[in-house]
């Protein structure tokens, strides 16, 4: 059974930044690829970053390209993004998932549908 666990959510001023965790359990990291995604009030959900089963491989949304970073520390079994620069459109509930696949399309981002999913953790950046 996986089960994901996000932690790190808060509330931050524009230029702040924050770094959201992953906890996994009940699988090993280097077994899926994991996601980070996002749900903007009033939006669909959009997908923010991803991280290959290898770690040698990481991906981005134009939108959070030089901002943000996924990393995974192995022996905690956890998935991490770093956010700086941080927007208020970046204001969100952002969610781990795992068990998916994702890449670049030419320079476009993608995402496949993922089947495990964390509950979410929400970002709020304003002053």
């Known amino acids: 059974h996986l089960q994901l666990v996000e932690s790190g959510g808060g509330w931050v001023q524009p230029g702040g930044s924050l770094r959201l965790s992953c906890a996994a359990s009940g699988f090993r990291l280097d077994s899926y690829t994991i996601g980070w995604f996002r749900r903007a009030p009033g939006k669909g959900r959009e997908g923010v970053s991803c991280?290959?089963?290898?770690?040698?491989?990481?991906y981005y949304a134009d939108s959070v390209k030089g901002r943000f970073t996924i990393s995974r520390d192995i022996d905690k079994n956890t998935v991490y993004l770093q956010m700086n620069s941080l927007k208020p459109e970046d204001t969100a509930v952002y969610y781990c998932?795992?068990?998916?696949?994702?890449?670049?399309?030419?320079?476009?981002?993608?995402?496949?549908?993922?089947?495990?999913w964390g509950q979410g953790a929400q970002v709020t950046v304003s002053s």
């Open positions: 991280i290959n089963t290898r770690g040698d491989a990481s």
């Open positions: 998932a795992a068990d998916g696949s994702c890449g670049y399309s030419g320079r476009h981002y993608f995402t496949s549908e993922f089947r495990s």
